[in-house]
């Protein structure tokens, strides 16, 4: 048995290719399935399955497109409603695939229909085992279980404590574990850790889901743990319940100069990808800050901050246009506008410019009036552990509903890293709203002489 891994960290999320070196089952495929298609090209394998774990609320799927391009038998749990055909499949159901045995365990918890498989090479006496458990038990933590209802999600936190322990009693303690979340995504819950690889053993012996031995403090602990998630999540599942087609990954032409300009005049989302500072120092008036490139924060925030189902143009050098429409593909947001070049003299070259001030934390130092505000866009747990004093928390993922709650004085904005401070100054700059962006480490502030608590 050997197992790829397809790594998705703009979501962190993961996909696996498992084959005996002729068929394979892929497990939780993302939108683009290309990736997939050329990890079976490279291996020499045939795709006959393809298996959910459970119907995603992060992404949307690639498996429906997946199976059928292929030909493979799409394995979903019974119980889902969905409005494809698929095989169905059941707890305690065991598969084969080429030598593969893949075992069928109900593992609810992150939803109320999870599953997980559990997969042995038969060629081999007792092994290799490899454990694929989607949004069930992950590095150190569990999937979160608050994206179902949040009347359910006490009796989901419930439900994943014992589901991890069934897990790890339907395996062997050598066996491999490959979660599909953890890496980062915001299906994860409570300490994951950042390691690369584990075990079925080693999770049993530090995980927190399998140390505590009191169910309800794990889930009073679960519980308080449950933070924000993006607001394109409510959209995920009931689209990969009624199924999905193909991702369009190809770069549009150009709108026109004169189309691009309407769109900015009517207030609709135009997306500038170039780096913060460049967008700062000048930018088409009414369009807003969406670094590429930055890090893995682009398809969350952009899907968790732009309201959903709204017309949307990207702004950018050929390369990043391509590679975020193939972001925003991933979480449904299907074949935006682009207008294409390094600087808005190519995109718009009559339309008006703006821009604002930005510095780091001596120009706060500096440059702050009594009456000026420092707004923070960090997280509430981030600004609760610390924050500046007298600073204001709006999340940035609420900004756009809460601007008129802000006072007409100068702002002053920051996160973590700058990169959410970019989207927020953007949005206020777009409002009309006089915004210094402070383009600098939360982490340092302290060290700059500003007054934390």
């Not at 893949?102 to 997969?119: K, R």
Request: charged share 20%; glycine share 8%; proline share 6%.
């Amino acid at each position: 048995m050997d197992v790829v891994v397809i790594e998705t960290p703009q979501l962190g999320d993961r996909s696996y290719l498992v084959h005996d070196g002729t068929v394979a089952v892929v497990i939780d495929p993302q939108r683009d399935i290309d990736r997939v298609e050329k990890a079976a090209r490279e291996a020499g394998v045939r795709i006959t399955h393809v298996a959910e774990t459970h119907l995603h609320n992060d992404y949307v799927t690639g498996g429906l497109v997946l199976a059928e391009k292929h030909g493979a038998a799409y394995l979903v749990n019974a119980a889902d409603e969905v409005s494809f055909v698929r095989v169905p499949v059941t707890d305690g159901q065991v598969l084969h695939v080429g030598r593969l045995r893949v075992s069928v365990v109900a593992t609810p918890g992150h939803t109320h229909t999870h599953l997980s498989y559990v997969v042995r090479d038969d060629t081999h006496d007792g092994g290799p085992e490899a454990v694929f458990s989607g949004g069930s038990l992950l590095y150190g933590s569990v999937g979160r279980t608050d994206l179902v209802s949040p009347h359910d999600t006490a009796k989901l936190a419930h439900d994943q404590y014992s589901s991890v322990r069934r897990l790890v009693d339907s395996a062997h303690p050598d066996a491999a574990l490959y979660p599909t979340h953890g890496f980062g995504s915001f299906c994860s819950i409570g300490p994951a850790s950042h390691q690369e690889s584990s075990t079925i053993g080693e999770q049993a012996e530090s995980n927190h889901a399998l140390t505590d031995s009191n169910e309800d403090h794990f889930v009073a602990q679960l519980l308080e743990n449950i933070t924000a998630y993006p607001a394109y999540y409510a959209h995920m599942s009931p689209l990969n319940a009624a199924g999905v087609g193909p991702a369009d990954l190809d770069v549009p032409d150009s709108v026109d100069p004169e189309e691009l300009d309407r769109r900015l005049t009517a207030g609709e989302w135009v997306v500038d990808l170039r780096h913060r500072v460049a967008f700062a120092d000048s930018h088409l008036h009414g369009s807003v800050s969406f670094e590429y490139g930055k890090g893995d924060n682009f398809t969350s925030y952009l899907g968790w901050v732009i309201p959903w189902n709204q017309p949307l143009t990207l702004l950018g050098p050929h390369g990043e246009v391509h590679k975020a429409i193939r972001d925003l593909a991933r979480i449904g947001i299907d074949n935006p506008d682009a207008a294409v070049g390094p600087q808005p003299g190519e995109w718009a070259p009559e339309s008006p410019r703006a821009s604002y001030p930005h510095g780091d934390w001596t120009a706060l130092l500096k440059g702050r009036e009594p009456e000026d505000m420092v707004l923070d866009v960090r997280r509430p747990g981030e600004f609760k552990t610390s924050h500046i004093k007298g600073a204001l928390n709006v999340p940035v993922y609420e900004l756009l509903a809460r601007i008129s709650e802000l006072p007409d004085d100068r702002i002053w904005v920051h996160c973590a890293t700058g990169y959410r401070a970019s989207v927020a100054a953007s949005l206020l700059d777009r409002a009309g709203r006089d915004v210094v962006l402070i383009n600098a480490r939360f982490k340092d502030a302290a060290g700059a002489g500003i007054e934390t608590t």
